[in-house]
């Protein structure tokens, strides 16, 4: 295991540790009571319920919207069309507007005008006194559609003869090319030279808790109170600039939230309605999703296509890679649009020492749902692709597929990597690691060589058992900076603000964490406040597994400023010299003794405002700080799976299943495994069970968990996780990397690995999910050893 | 007029001005249009009701409180006795603690336990989901009581055979003493003494606004949000502390106020069984105070006897003071005591050249309603007694009323006149102005000559009319310091969040004048947010006239702050040096031309947090700032009245009212003259109508608007106001002293004089309110010129 590097510099040797410690998690108690507030759980006295009227057809002009039996029907006090808000949902501003203007050609518009371009896009929405009577007249507005050719598939989609989204525009809205080395010349020499074809489904994170948002208007401020599960401070910024209001006058705050995976990010044009009309209505308005809402109306991912080929050496080394890719985003630009699409062809050399690579990413409209950045987004597609191409050229170049991947790896002989490719804006580079030295590691630890052999055993007895390999290279802690404060309060209790959110990953309990072992405080007695644009006035979020990084970055700061500030108070307080002071379980003390001595709660209480003011200092004992990083860091991984599947009925069981990460430095390995399990069920739906299916007519077809198939915890396999700690990222203070969505990341390819490695009938996985009928069709012709 | 001492250091010539204009209310748009939010405005889904049971007893023994029937009641969820809440309201601390430590002994305990002490005194809740049948179930609550003496005159309270309220305690539970020169020789060598006794009924600020709190619980973290018409940070900080709460877990909002006045100030009992029942039922708890509750459970106010004497050389010159104060505050020691004893015993010399001085005041327990600060304690009580005998002193001297004042007020030549006395814990020192001279300019301005000439001219005719003055001198600005930040929006509106609250006296207004000049911005653009212990973490408040001198001069600091940092981020925008920009019409230009510039609002856009932190700047336009400030300011001025008293039925017109006062710097001459009229108001009431009556037995008679009268719109008259700014106290950059007490202070002595002026019976008014009685039986039997 690693050294602790410079994480708690000024701390002795008989220091409390909570960094690296499976600390219990902050967040449980209030969500395991029953306590935690989720946004269906604000009521606000006097609330009226929206409803929203969506689009049944996926491409057609809209005539006509008749709300006059909806305005009429009982309880309702509001029916709002495109006719009232004339709006477009805004983008966050994340440097991409100046590279792709047209990308606002694109944007969604909060309520349908003229045309509908997908099954589910709002079309009005009716505001009533309970949700039932919302719902009922809903059903009372009248949409004339004249119908057009839906748009469906993006290689399709970029034809000739394809439909036009939007007149006068390419259905492809934005092209990114990426490229470094001379790829020609590499295929020119290849010794060997692999393809293929290669297919992620649409599906997506699909939340415990749908959407909602709940809006207070304070009608003699004019200002507007908002609730939801949402990223507080962009949505603050841009729903107050759809509005008209100033930011001050639009207080965000971030609920409990079911889950968030990336897709509860953004604006959504449901929020803008919402408080658009609780701003003229003067009383609060509640919206809660439905389930068969939130698979239509809230955000989809993953659909891509790969047409990937690489070139090899003799020896199998990789000499170049190239990829084109048709990123099927649905009907409008939306969230986090066109990073994804940035991400995906940057990281698709991923893991390995690629020369020279050639990437192309169409970003492309249809008739669907459009796209979010879904846990891992770009990574999973690119990996499962990238993964199945080397899979490919194992058998091709008769070398064993961990042993193409090793020689390909980049390793520490490597750093530093920076093939010249910027990634987000920022040069692609690989600081830290050795990722050939991890799968080796990987391997040992969870007896890969046992794997083979009982998979060897089995098949021998017949059964239709295989293992697959994935290995994965994420990026994370994008996003320049983030805020934090400390503040001690005369009780003892210690209060942190962070910009970051609780979105499930557990950063209230990593925050105490770090804030309690800077202060030799126990975590238990540290509150951890986010996601209200009032208490933290300024923070960037938790997305892009980024949290960790950079808020604990901040609070870490704030700490050791608190402490600062706690030691010169003391000093006064105590006559003494600063430098004579130490921190020692909370108290700074006079070094060498034990009982010239002060609390921080006693230092604190001592600093009240009318003191501390004729004292000439600031009152209270904290801190604040911003914590600046503009370097993403990049952990990497192994993902092994072993499948058994049955010949009669296609089903399958996942029999193994290991993934691991390198962490530089996990600050809780309890709650990193949590998110690398949780990660890795569900890359196991995006593997084999999830994908939201369309009819030609562009008629979605799962819209329930009928249709739209998880895995449950009878389909979940116990996972094993394995994680080395030897490459701490120099980037941060602890050289921790973000692990929020490793766990997800080579599922994809490993599993389909593993099917092809079962069943070896020369047939080829090449897209995910992977459907029970494929299984069932490639089973039950499978070649079986001893079979009857 | 004046000249504007450094209000606007850095502006120029052209600049536009507001500080000092009558800039129309910020507040008033909500007020007027329905949309302020008081306290009974917030309802929260799902909310209890609290009703109070109150002691029916002036003094007993309490045997035992049967809740038996109150928790069968219907919708009951909670019935609260002393036995749950085992607490003593905590008092402000604002230095006496350390002086009387007594003090302690003599707090008001949240519920009765073993004794009540007056009617009214809350001895159980009831906690129910509706207020009727809370109320209902209160009257169930069955309190057996064992009836003692009880105690109700301040002098007699102190006699051997009173009982104690307190066992094994005095009834006296602090004296304040304060002296200075050389009393005894100054009287043994006197020409003249004079002396009286002087009474000041119990009376007090009725606002049109009950008291209520609502208190909003949130489970999942264990804290308490609760809005009420108060104190901000001194309730978040003394209820938390009783309720255990960690500070920051205590959020405290002030709503609309329909009138504070002092008397809403500190923490009452109610509020902390409101906060407490939230917390253990886990919902919404609200209370709101009834008028019969407010009439004998918020706060009395003034009952006081003075035993004063002076001593006058032959020229009618004073040589020194003396007084003997019984202060009556009541059952126990509670909000802003001793504080205002301290002040009483230390303004009774007030605006005079008085050489030598010696006060005693006696805090004196009965069994009456605990009394608060209202608006201009002890000012309005020592004034009068102390003008009243100047009014005896010119009579028994043979000099006019006028002239022996003007013979002893402080004038240029006594500055600074420092005698050597604290007041709350601060040297007394007049140090800006002549009150001589003021006087004069009062009596010119008014015109006096001719009311002295037009009440001979009527008494002539058998009328009875009289004039009568009074001097005045406040203490204003008390109170270190205030808190204040200037936010710019990119919207360009601006956000000034301020420690002080709105509490009827037109802060917002004022806030936005000051940040509105410096910024050259109008004032409509600008936000005042204030009264929020989140959005406003640290702040002093508004009582003691001091939220336009300390919140202003903070605001002030903070404009001024947010202007170098416009000029430095405009200077590279506009590639300028900050030398060569000014500020014009709230746009920063470089100088000389008109083209090149920026509006604050563009630069406040351009640094939102991405783009600053990568310039690495700190985001937004704005800035925080502390205002300290450690010397009160002490307005003064002259009240003139004259009255004509109605021989047979004894009903009075009050036919001229003047009240004037140095204002050293009017920040909005409009909100100022309103501030003075509405305390002229509440001094007419004082003096003539409003008291609260008890019997033999310690029950109150005035529990309604029936027996407690109010002057009404009928009974105030047309308020002559005037002002001079001649003497800008040299403490703040406005120059400006508080002026929201003055028009209060002298109103009881100057009606007096008047009356005994009009009536010329040889009798004396030594007592306000003057009842209705005194006033007829007077007379009906006055001497009367050519009376029929």
Chains 1, 2 share one sequence.
Not at 522 to 532: Q, R, T
């Amino acid at each position: 295991m690693s050294s602790t590097p410079g994480s708690s510099g000024g701390l002795g040797a008989s220091a409390k540790r909570y960094v690296g410690q499976s600390v219990r998690r902050r967040e449980d108690p209030r969500l395991l009571r029953g306590d935690a507030s989720f946004v269906d759980d604000v009521d606000l006295h006097g609330q009226l319920y929206m409803s929203v009227v969506r689009s049944t057809e996926a491409h057609a002009r809209l005539r006509a919207v008749d709300t006059s039996a909806a305005r009429r029907a009982q309880g309702v006090r509001m029916v709002i069309t495109g006719d009232d808000i004339d709006a477009l949902v805004p983008l966050e501003q994340i440097g991409y507007h100046e590279v792709y203007p047209q990308i606002d050609d694109y944007l969604h518009p909060v309520l349908a005008r003229d045309k509908v371009r997908y099954v589910g896009q709002p079309v009005a929405a009716v505001i009533a006194d309970t949700p039932y009577r919302a719902e009922d007249a809903a059903g009372l507005v009248e949409c004339d559609y004249d119908l057009l050719p839906p748009v469906l598939d993006p290689q399709q989609a970029m034809s000739d003869d394809a439909a036009l989204l939007f007149e006068g525009q390419s259905n492809e809205s934005v092209r990114i090319v990426k490229s470094y080395g001379d790829v020609e010349s590499a295929f020119a020499d290849a010794a060997h030279v692999v393809s293929g074809r290669y297919v992620v489904g649409r599906h997506s994170g699909v939340p415990m808790e749908t959407r909602g948002c709940v809006a207070d208007p304070d009608r003699g401020r004019k200002q507007l109170f908002m609730w939801g599960p949402v990223h507080t401070h962009d949505c603050q910024r841009l729903i107050a600039e759809v509005l008209g209001l100033p930011l001050g006058d639009l207080r965000m705050k971030h609920t409990d939230i079911g889950g968030s995976f990336g897709v509860k990010g953004g604006v959504f044009p449901e929020y803008i309605i919402v408080g658009w009309a609780a701003l003229r209505l003067g009383v609060p308005v509640k919206w809660t999703e439905d389930r068969l809402e939130h698979m239509v109306a809230t955000a989809h991912a993953r659909e891509q296509v790969h047409e990937m080929s690489a070139a090899f050496d003799a020896d199998g080394r990789i000499l170049a890679l190239r990829d084109e890719i048709w990123h099927n985003h649905g009907a409008y630009m939306r969230q986090a649009e066109p990073l994804v699409s940035d991400i995906t062809v940057g990281m698709v050399p991923g893991p390995y020492r690629v020369p020279a690579y050639d990437g192309v990413l169409h970003v492309v409209h249809s008739n669907k749902t459009p796209l979010s950045a879904y846990r891992a987004p770009g990574r999973y597609e690119g990996t499962f692709a990238r993964e199945r191409l080397f899979d490919e050229a194992a058998e091709a170049l008769g070398i064993s597929r961990v042993e193409i991947r090793r020689r390909n790896l980049l390793a520490e002989s490597d750093l530093p990597f920076m093939p010249g490719m910027d990634i987000c804006f920022e040069p692609y580079h690989f600081d830290s690691g050795d990722v050939a030295d991890h799968l080796d590691k990987a391997l040992v630890a969870t007896g890969y060589a046992a794997w083979e052999e009982e998979a060897a055993e089995l098949r021998e007895q017949g059964r239709l058992v295989g293992n697959g390999i994935g290995i994965l290279m994420d990026k994370a802690g994008l996003g320049l900076y983030e805020t934090g404060a400390v503040d001690v309060d005369a009780s003892g209790r210690i209060r942190v603000r962070t910009g970051a959110s609780s979105v499930g990953q557990g950063i209230e309990t990593v925050l105490a964490q770090i804030v309690g072992e800077e202060l030799q405080v126990d975590p238990e007695m540290i509150d951890v406040i986010h996601g209200d644009s009032e208490l933290v006035p300024e923070g960037v979020g938790s997305w892009s597994s980024r949290s960790t990084v950079l808020a604990g970055g901040a609070a870490r700061q704030a700490a050791l400023d608190t402490l600062v500030k706690a030691k010169r108070l003391a000093a006064d307080m105590l006559e003494a010299n600063v430098e004579d002071l130490v921190l020692e379980d909370g108290r700074i003390l006079v070094a060498g003794t034990s009982d010239r001595g002060l609390s921080l709660a006693e230092i604190a209480g001592r600093w009240d405002g009318w003191s501390a003011r004729l004292a000439g200092d600031e009152p209270g004992l904290g801190a604040e700080s911003v914590y600046l990083d503009n370097h993403m860091n990049y952990p990497y991984g192994v993902t092994l799976v072993q499948i058994e599947i049955d010949p009669t009925t296609g089903d399958h069981i996942l029999r193994r299943f290991m993934t691991s990460t390198e962490a530089g430095r996990a600050i809780n390995p309890m709650t990193t495994r949590g998110q690398v399990v949780g990660a890795a069920a569900q890359g196991i739906g995006g593997a084999l069970y999830e994908e939201f299916v369309y009819d030609d007519a562009g008629q979605p077809l799962a819209t329930s968990f009928l249709d739209y198939l998880l895995p449950t915890s009878q389909d979940v396999p116990d996972v094993e996780f394995f994680m080395t700690e030897d490459a701490p990222t120099p980037n941060n203070p602890f050289g921790a990397k973000g692990l929020g969505e490793v766990g997800l990341i080579a599922v994809g390819a490993a599993v389909a690995g593993a099917i092809d490695d079962a069943l070896r009938d020369g047939a080829r996985i090449t897209k995910v999910p992977v459907t029970p009928e494929t299984l069932w069709s490639r089973a039950s012709k499978a070649p079986r050893n001893g079979a009857v």
